[in-house]
């Protein structure tokens, strides 16, 4: 423990008991890797022109998928 905060390093695998404690633990998990706008669609690949927040979306998206 670290100041009293716990870190997590992965969330277990899903194993169909209790829904609602591992998908809190997965959101929580994907909002501190700074993924979960990746995952859930709000954050949405920039224009092309874009270059810059173009390759910083997709090593978001990478990240993400590394999740997984």
Known sequence: MLGGVQVIRRVKKFNNKSYNTWATCMESYLQAQDVKEIVSGTE??????????V???????????AVF
């Open 55 to 65: 390759r910083r979306w997709k090593v978001k998206a990478e990240k993400a998928m």
């Open 44 to 53: 949405e690949l920039p224009l092309p022109q874009d270059t810059n927040n």
